[in-house]
């Protein structure tokens, strides 16, 4: 815990007041200066637009659930409205997990606002760290980090500002690790309720990344009872079993109702039905490809069959997964840690004796070097990359040598390893372990800010000398601690950070497409030119029909084609331009409607009368081109990885 002396009585002071609220209060306070926070920097940008494919397939959960249904009937003509991440049939719903559209749906119906849901997950999961992180370094120290998360994700990233998900599964993360940490201590029915709700939340939303950042701590609790004989004590069933059984109990009911509904099965979530309805590669490289695949739209063919199987055939040699690793590893790097959060590991890694010390500063130079003379088409360098992530593992192994941080640690690496066999990995894929990570950074300013001067005196000096030199350095304010003024101005530099970015976005900056802000809240993209078309389109005059034609160089990731819940009874229906003869049978079953077309591909998209472009051709709209389909080479895995981004 933070300690104070006579120089640092205002710490103590003020530490003691915040540790006064309650652990309900003080997650309260955070909840709504975080959900209020990221209001605010909506109203100041613009509120959240989907803009990838996910988003829109979020939505259309969302829409579903505030429709009072989980599924939607199958449209006729599905060859005009198939799109990526939606099952068409048996019914027509999103191929996600749940938890995600249940709080873009509260927020929907609530506010009529989806954002407002993802704004109250990431305020429930900062409120939720704040938790787990009491329970394992303690209040203070846990005020600090949630601090720290609200500034870095909780307002501006694109976990809190799109509809992309992250917070809803970090948030299951926080819950599950800070009840395992207490369980360990003593069992509870709170705390073991906390475990059935974390685990629930997990399984519908990241089920495979939260089986995999749970599975050691849970299994080291389940050890820890046997050993300690506590299953034959009655409080082991009535404390824990009883009330984490019953809440898995319920949530798995739900679960099962769910798939049932949508799949026929209990047992068969949506997304594994839609892996096999449209996916001929696997997610896992190692696995063999399925059977071929007929597509009822060129561009869903293009999606699955071409782009994922680049990605899938690119990483299927054990030298080809390590050069891809490293994408994998910069893009965790960048959105979790960064420059600022790196610092703490680093500085706390440079404070120990010996070889650690020597080691972190011979990566720290390595990285420096590498990321200097980086060639993105350099297997070498990528390599390099991996061997440095993997020294710096080992380096932080030693320094972290408590149970509970090597727990973190491992956890941490083990999903990290799991994304090197995966086709591509997101940061929000690790998002149950967003909170280990924090931890660990906040535990190594724990270690900074604990860290006396006369400690790093070298031990060659003598005694005498080192008392010397410990009277003539507690002279000045900081004492006998000088990396304190670090830790304290940290939190500041990450407040400066976030006006900065919002700052930087606000005027349209240059983002990097590895940056967590990439994908939060754009000023000039596509997305918002189709937000403003579909906003003009519901104030029209009755129902409104759009045909969207792409040129065959479209980029499939600028997706038109969406469409609500209630597809056919709709106000605005998005459909593939198919021809006129082909779109002729749609306009025949939608007939009423106010027809336009739309070519996505020009410099400013517009909406022109159907009737007007049919003029135009006589003979006829002539069926759309194909997509183009570059040529692939097996080991290709630039191209594979700029066409995934």
């Known amino acids: 815990m933070w300690r104070s002396n006579n120089e640092n009585g205002w710490t103590a002071a003020y530490l003691m007041k915040c540790n006064s609220f309650s652990a309900l209060s003080q997650g309260i306070i955070v909840s709504l200066a ?16 989907p803009r990838i494919n996910d988003e829109f397939s979020y939505l259309m959960m969302s829409d579903t659930f505030v429709s009072g249904r989980v599924v939607n009937p199958s449209p006729a003509l599905l060859e005009f409205f198939d799109t990526f991440h939606v099952l068409i049939h048996p019914a027509y719903v999103s191929k996600y997990f749940p938890a995600q559209g249940l709080f873009l749906a509260f927020g929907q119906k609530l506010t009529g606002h989806p954002a407002v849901g993802v704004w109250l997950s990431s305020a429930l999961a900062c409120a939720a760290t704040l938790w787990m992180l009491r329970g ?3 209040t203070s120290w846990a005020q600090f980090g949630t601090l720290i998360m609200v500034l870095q994700f ?5 976990w809190s500002q799109s509809y992309w998900g992250g917070m ?6 926080a819950l599950c690790f800070g009840a395992i940490r207490r369980l360990w201590e003593r069992i509870s029915w709170q705390n073991s309720a906390w475990l059935g709700v974390g685990l629930v939340i997990l399984v519908n939303s990241r089920p495979l990344e939260g089986l995999i950042a749970i599975t050691p701590a849970s299994g080291l609790l389940v050890f820890q009872f046997l050993r300690q004989r506590q299953w034959k004590e009655t409080a082991f069933w009535r404390e824990l079993v009883l009330p984490a059984g019953f809440v898995m109990l319920l949530g798995a009911t739900a679960t099962g109702a769910y798939n049932l509904a949508i799949t026929g099965s209990a047992f068969e979530p949506p997304y594994l039905l839609h892996e096999r309805q449209y996916q001929e590669s696997p997610q896992f490289v190692f696995m063999p490809l399925r059977p071929k695949l007929t597509y009822s739209s060129a561009w869903v063919r293009y999606l699955y069959e071409v782009m994922e199987m680049r990605l899938y055939l690119s990483q299927r040699t054990p030298l080809n997964v390590m050069i891809t690793a490293a994408r994998k590893l910069r893009d965790w790097w960048s959105f979790y840690c960064g420059i600022l959060l790196s ?5 706390a890694a440079c404070l120990r004796r010996g070889w650690i010390r020597y080691c972190q ?12 003379l980086y060639d993105y088409q350099s297997a070498a360098d990528r390599v390099a990359i991996d061997l440095l992530a993997i020294g710096q593992f080992v380096v932080l192994w030693y320094v972290f040598d408590e149970f509970w941080s090597r727990l973190a640690l491992a956890t941490t690496g083990l999903l990290l390893l799991q994304s090197f066999f995966v086709k591509y990995a997101f940061p929000h894929y690790f998002a149950p372990t967003a909170c280990l990570v924090l931890y660990l950074q906040v535990e190594a300013l724990r270690r900074l800010w604990n860290s006396r001067r006369d400690a790093l005196v070298q031990p060659g000096v003598r005694r005498t000398q080192r008392r010397k030199i410990t009277r003539e350095r507690s002279s000045a304010r900081i004492g006998h601690y000088p990396l304190r003024r670090f830790v304290i101005l940290l939190p500041i530099a990450c407040l400066v950070s976030l006006i900065i970015r919002v700052g930087a976005r606000s005027n349209d900056w240059e983002i990097g497409s590895a940056n967590g802000d990439f994908n939060a809240l754009p000023m000039h993209d596509w997305s918002l030119r189709r937000a403003e078309m579909e906003q003009w389109l519901e104030k029209q005059p009755g129902p409104q029909l759009v045909f969207v034609r792409y040129f065959p160089t479209h980029d499939v990731n600028h997706e038109w084609v969406w469409n609500r819940a209630d597809l056919m009874n709709a106000k605005v229906v998005w459909a593939r331009d198919l021809g006129s003869e082909h779109n002729s049978l749609l306009l ?5 409607r106010t027809v336009w077309s739309l070519l996505a591909d020009v410099g400013e998209p517009r909406l022109v009368p159907y009737s007007e472009v049919l003029a135009h051709a006589p003979n006829g709209l002539p069926p759309p081109e194909d997509p183009i389909i570059p040529t692939f080479e097996g080991t290709d895995f630039h191209s594979s990885e700029e066409s995934a981004r």
Do not use: K, N
């Open 34 to 49: 975080c959900l209020l926070l990221a209001a605010a920097v909506a109203l100041v940008l613009h509120e959240p637009v």
């Open 136 to 138: 394992w370094i303690g």
């Open 154 to 158: 909780g307002v501006f990233s694109y």
């Open 168 to 173: 809803v599964a970090a948030l299951g993360g």
């Open 343 to 347: 610092a703490p590991l680093v500085l």
């Open 361 to 372: 500063i011979a990566i720290v130079i390595g990285l420096v070097i590498t990321s200097t």
């Open 588 to 592: 025949q079953r939608m007939g009423g």
